[in-house]
């Protein structure tokens, strides 16, 4: 269970089930593709050495020692544990849940965390539900081993949650810690405990959208397409501007739900969070929703013809004029 703190009033401590930094210790679940380690695990690593304690990092895979060696090196990681099978080569959340529930209950681990990512999002819940505990979403911020900070109402407001579980269950916004590092000695691994896989669902197909461009969660620059753009063809304008900067492409909601581009684009409280050094908004409203997944970039650009669009309101640099005019000109002049 979970209590929200507001300042104005009066708060009430329970004895049971506080941690104290002597008695923490961190299981961070590891996202891994192709290899490669995802950049948010990173930043959930650096929140999950911030609660003071030991963090021991979980790998599972069919085929996961290039990832195991890399991620005994990351700082902060005392121990990895190993769950090598093919029944997590294709990351099912089923899988992976009972396997984050056992390896607790084996180890003792007092927090379970992993990156607010759509991997994240879809196994910690479960994991929570088996061990009947409340999870914990979408940190910014660390108070102390049993208190957090997180975004509520699309980022509108901030909420201090204090948690009297014994078992914390966390998901980390990545863009809110840095990436952690690296360390000289790789940390000691071992076998992560054996579960019993029930074929509850099974891996059909995956079709990925494969692009030369970075990665929209990591990206330090991203140019952005709203409903203005009026069609998925006219996304090629933006696609030109980006590859002569070096950045990624995303869209708004309004944008993804009438089909001009794939959903794996969208940004928002719904979609992806960012926070690039620099994001360009093209022919973006600013709905509060677009805003959540956005507003903590360092630098916001905004394009649009409408002076009253929301956009500007966040906008740090703001261009009133037709896109179909001032992108192509802004693309010849980089």
Known sequence: ??????AALPTMSLARGYASSG??????????????IAAST??????ASGLGGSVTALVAGSAPDSVV????????????????DAAFSHTLPESHASLLVETQK??????????????GKNVLPRAAALLDVAQISDITAIEDADTFVRPIYAGNAIATVKSSDSIKIITVRGTAFPAAGHQDTAAPHEDAPAV??????????EHMQKSDRPELDSATRVIAGGRGMKNGENFGLLYEMADKIGAAVGASRAAVDAGYVDNSLQIGQTGKIVAPELYVAVGISGAIQHLAGMKDSKTIVAINKDPEAPIFQVADYGLVADLFTAVPELTKKL
């Open 1 to 6: 269970m979970f209590a929200l703190r507001r």
């Open 23 to 36: 008695n923490v210790s961190a299981l961070l679940l590891v996202e891994h593709k192709d290899n490669k």
């Open 42 to 47: 990173l930043n959930a690593l650096t929140a």
């Open 69 to 84: 060696a890399e991620v005994s090196k990351l700082a902060g990681v005392s121990k990895v544990l190993v769950a090598k």
């Open 106 to 119: 084996k180890h003792g681990f007092t927090h379970l965390i992993a990156a607010h990512s759509a991997f």
């Open 196 to 205: 019993g896989v029930k074929d509850q669902s099974e891996f059909v197909s």
